[in-house]
């Protein structure tokens, strides 16, 4: 279906205010429970690991019970609300500060990260999974891609560059009230975002209700085949995760890092400011290079100007670490590569997902978009573990001036394991991805042409590609093919069984 341009900025409206959330618990968390309200950091890293292995099991589960939800108003709304309403109340509390001590106030917080991890999953999941439910070609898929992420990174550039000044001008001296008043804005925010997102949007899944009390549920066993069955699939969660390790580490350091090494916090906002700025304008660049660049061109330039920009900072930060105009450079790499993965990502989600429809016979995008906040979780998770137990190693005392020892820990978190991860998820990306130029054009031919004549899906019982790309499909004219042209296809075990797409082929005489 055709979307408009007002259709599409409500659907990413919703980004604006998820992401404030997200942001707020990603920057300020880790070091509000530290610093501000004491708890051991050793045990604030064991927590985001512990907490994230529940998610393991309950994200896929939650993509599960959206894929099998059937309601007038659709499969992906209804969830959105719930999760948002209750996501937003567990936000607050996790900054109130409740009147607590000891074993209490440690329980009080692992039982509410907990819970706001879940809730958030029950929003997001939904959130991502009605993207290629509503567009349907690969241009506007391009285009419609790169909105949400644009209010996402609007998101992360207001909590970066105005997050500490909001806390202490409603703190007005008092850092907790600051915490908790500056959660209760966002909060608004969120449930404000959604609101319109939930309203105004519509996929297929809305168009025709009938339709989709009588489609066909999908089983556990199903599931689990939809997840280990498609290659692109594992591809998928290669880069992604390493993509966010990148992300949510450096983040998650950054404030550390200004406070105690350059001794500075003052200098936070221009970095993420300068980090989010670079961030958004890659997401407006992504479609016009992708237009002229290869998917690898364009994904190399995402995976090593992170590497760049961090390492820079460390560079810097040993000869002039306040030095503000190299700060905001800094920022710029770091960040301009991360909204080219952005945008890649979201591409390459929709892309794995008709990958799935074609090689497995059924369409699931919920429980493949599970993934995406499953490994942003578990990013999280190893990012705040590797966080919490190198400062506990490294000698960390809060609020303090910290040792050689620590200042080195530190630079080591913020820059160099980061980097190292970035370039890994280049190397994933090349070795495995294969979903671009003429394979991804008869996938999508061939949904077109099935959705067309048989307003259905494939089933999997015939094969739409042979191992080399060309169609074979019983009511899809194709071009008569000679054996020879197709050697590699007919005389190779895996191709001559459709392996590559892990359906039987029929073969074809010239």
Not at 140 to 163: C, K, N, Y
Not at 237 to 248: D, E, F, K, R
Not at 395 to 412: C, D, K, P, S
């Amino acid at each position: 279906m055709k979307l408009s341009a007002g259709r599409k900025l409500c659907f990413g409206v919703g980004a604006l205010g998820k992401d404030l959330c997200y942001a707020m618990i990603s920057t300020y968390l880790m070091i509000y429970l530290t610093d501000t309200v004491g708890l051991a950091p050793l045990f604030v890293g064991n927590l985001f690991l512990v907490a994230h292995v529940w998610d393991a099991i309950n994200d896929p589960m939650m993509g599960f019970v959206v894929d099998n939800t059937r309601t007038r108003w659709g499969k992906f709304r209804p969830w959105i609300l719930i999760g948002t309403l209750l996501n937003a109340v567990i936000l607050v509390l996790l900054f109130w500060g409740p009147d607590l001590e000891g074993f209490s106030l440690y329980a009080f917080y692992s039982v509410m990260y907990i819970l706001w991890g879940m809730t958030y999953t029950v929003m997001d999941i939904p959130y991502w999974s009605m993207l290629p439910s509503m567009s349907s070609t690969k241009e506007e898929r391009d285009t419609m891609s790169v909105i949400p992420r644009i209010f996402a990174s609007s998101a992360w550039l207001l909590v970066g560059a105005f997050g500490l000044a909001l806390i202490q001008y409603l703190g007005n001296g008092n850092e907790a009230k600051g915490y908790a008043s500056s959660s209760i804005v966002v909060a608004v925010i969120f449930v404000a975002t959604i609101l319109v997102t939930v309203i105004f949007s519509r996929d297929r899944s809305c168009l025709d209700p009938a339709s989709q009390q009588n489609a066909k549920r999908t089983s556990l066993k199903e599931a689990i085949h939809v997840i280990t069955g498609n290659d692109q699939l594992k591809v998928y969660i290669g880069v992604v995760l390493a993509y966010n390790l990148v992300v949510q580490l450096a983040g998650g350091m950054a404030l550390y890092y200004f406070k105690y090494v350059t001794q500075n916090e003052g200098l936070f906002p221009y970095f993420t400011t300068a980090a989010s700025v670079a961030e958004m304008g890659a997401l407006f660049l992504f479609p016009v290079l992708s237009r002229f660049m290869s998917k690898k061109a364009v994904f190399a330039l995402a995976s090593f100007t992170p590497a760049i920009g961090l390492i820079s900072l460390l560079v810097a930060g040993a000869v002039i670490p306040s030095n503000i105009p190299v700060i905001i450079i800094c920022g710029l790499f770091y960040k301009f590569g991360s909204g080219l993965t952005l945008g890649a990502t979201t591409v390459m989600l929709a892309d794995v997902i008709d990958y799935g429809e074609v090689k497995l016979g059924t369409r699931n995008e919920s429980i493949v978009a599970s993934f995406q906040m499953l490994l942003v979780k578990t990013a999280s998770a190893v990012a705040g573990w590797l966080i919490g137990v190198g400062l506990t190693i490294s000698g960390y005392v809060e609020n303090v001036a910290q040792t050689g020892t620590t200042i080195l820990g530190m630079r080591i978190l913020m820059g160099v394991v980061p980097s190292i991860i970035t370039v890994l998820a280049f190397v994933i990306y090349v070795r495995g991805y294969k979903l671009e130029g003429s394979f991804l054009e008869n996938i999508n031919a061939q949904l077109k042409a099935s959705r067309q004549n048989n307003n259905s899906v494939p089933t999997g019982n015939g094969t739409p590609f042979c191992g080399r790309g060309f169609r074979f499909f019983a009511d899809i004219p194709t071009p008569k093919l000679s054996r020879a042209s197709c050697a590699a296809c007919f005389d190779s075990p895996a191709s001559a069984s459709g392996a590559s797409l892990g359906i039987i082929t029929k073969k074809t005489e010239g």
